[in-house]
């Protein structure tokens, strides 16, 4: 790709300044522009985080001001922003770029899929990350994983699921291959910015949202609007962020400050983790006592649920190719990690109690 010169002097909010952050004495001055609202709990302060870590690690050195969703750029184009080279460095989901490459699904989840434990393992350990790479190459991009919400919930609805009959006709905000699965059920899949999600399920313009999980659900008013949540997203069941670099604007970095970057990431991915397993369990038990009523979804509901996964994503698999590489090491992994799960972490929350 045509190389751009990033470290150079004069920062600014023009398209034509964007790419071009202030240096002075040694100091990278950078935007950030991330997909999500800047104040959102857990994938809004993560992208914060992420810049005070990395402050610190570099003693200053590299300094990124943090843009919330739409403040600099639409939410769903954070990547092709960072890809033009318009901002050296975004915050966001990889499948919101789905679009570019279906792949890109397996780096933030898929349904049935990871959950965020097994997901980093396999990113770090069972050839992910290198997939990843490759594929964020091709576009003139360095990805790095920066945290996932662990298990979601798996909607908000107005009325009662009670089979597979009660989805068809639904208006439902849902993202990445979730909405895909929904679709081959009857359900009109809508993707929209989290921050139009309380207005339109308020407005009637949508009958059902799948958001993140009980913190965010609950920081959104989603309660306010009806209390039936149905658990877990099988459709989605965890989904990770990741902090993306024009590879131009990376390779101008000084390799102690590429290795900050990097080491930022995962140290505010454990954090983001940390965060949502204990928020999660104390917005869980508030809104119990709001009177949100939390359900498991129908066996039939999971089981066309899971049918209609098998059938969107054999047919991802043969209409490309890297989905195919994708998948090979994705499912690799996930058998091993499903066969550990059967014998050790599900005995041992069953005799927890």
């Given at each position: 790709m045509e190389r751009r010169t990033f470290l150079a002097s004069g920062a600014g909010l023009t398209a034509a300044t964007l790419a071009a952050p202030a240096v002075a004495q040694g100091?990278?001055?950078?935007?950030?522009?991330?997909?999500?609202?800047?104040?959102?709990?857990?994938?809004g302060t993560n992208v914060t985080r992420y810049a005070e870590i990395l402050s610190e690690m570099s003693d200053g050195r590299i300094e990124l001001t943090v843009y919330g969703a739409g403040e600099l750029v639409p939410p769903f184009s954070v990547e092709d922003e960072v890809q033009a080279g318009n901002i050296p460095v975004g915050h966001t989901p990889p499948y919101y770029a789905a679009?570019?490459?279906?792949?890109?699904?397996?780096?933030?989840?898929?349904?049935?899929?990871?959950?965020?434990?097994?997901?980093?393992?396999?990113?770090?350990?069972?050839?992910?990350?290198?997939?990843?790479?490759?594929?964020?190459?091709q576009r003139g991009l360095r990805p790095f994983y920066s945290g996932n919400s662990n298990t979601q919930s798996g909607g908000w609805f107005k009325n009662r699921i009670e089979g597979v009959q009660d989805l068809q006709g639904l208006n439902m905000r849902i993202a990445g291959l979730g909405g895909e699965v929904m679709r081959e059920l009857g359900v009109?899949?809508?993707?929209?910015?989290?921050?139009?999600?309380?207005?339109?399920?308020?407005?009637?313009?949508?009958?059902?949202?799948?958001?993140?999980?009980?913190?965010l659900d609950q920081a959104f008013g989603l309660q306010r609007i009806t209390n039936l949540c149905?658990?877990?997203?099988?459709?989605?069941?965890?989904?990770?962020?990741?902090?993306?670099?024009?590879?131009?604007?990376?390779?101008?970095?000084?390799?102690?400050?590429?290795?900050?970057?990097?080491?930022?990431?995962?140290?505010?991915a454990l954090e983001m983790q940390g965060q949502f397993d204990y928020f999660n369990a104390q917005s869980l038990q508030a809104l119990r006592d709001e009177g949100v009523e939390f359900l498991p979804f129908p066996d039939d509901v999971t089981d066309a649920m899971r049918e209609a996964w098998n059938t969107v994503r054999e047919g991802l698999r043969s209409e490309n190719p890297d989905v195919g590489d994708v998948l090979e090491s994705y499912d690799a992994y996930?058998?091993?990690?499903?066969?550990?799960?059967?014998?050790?972490?599900?005995?041992?929350?069953?005799?927890?109690?």
């Open positions: 100091r990278v001055q950078w935007n950030i522009a991330s997909a999500f609202p800047a104040a959102a709990p857990g994938v679009g570019k490459n279906p792949a890109l699904h397996w780096f933030t989840g898929v349904p049935f899929g990871m959950t965020s434990n097994e997901h980093v393992a396999w990113l770090k350990w069972g050839g992910g990350q290198e997939l990843w790479d490759d594929i964020y190459a009109n899949a809508v993707l929209m910015p989290p921050t139009e999600i309380f207005q339109a399920l308020q407005s009637g313009a949508i009958d059902a949202a799948e958001w993140v999980g009980p913190m149905y658990l877990p997203a099988y459709a989605e069941p965890a989904a990770s962020v990741g902090v993306v670099y024009n590879i131009d604007a990376f390779a101008e970095l000084p390799a102690d400050l590429q290795a900050m970057c990097g080491y930022a990431a995962s140290a505010a996930l058998e091993r990690a499903r066969a550990y799960s059967l014998a050790m972490t599900e005995p041992y929350l069953r005799g927890r109690g």
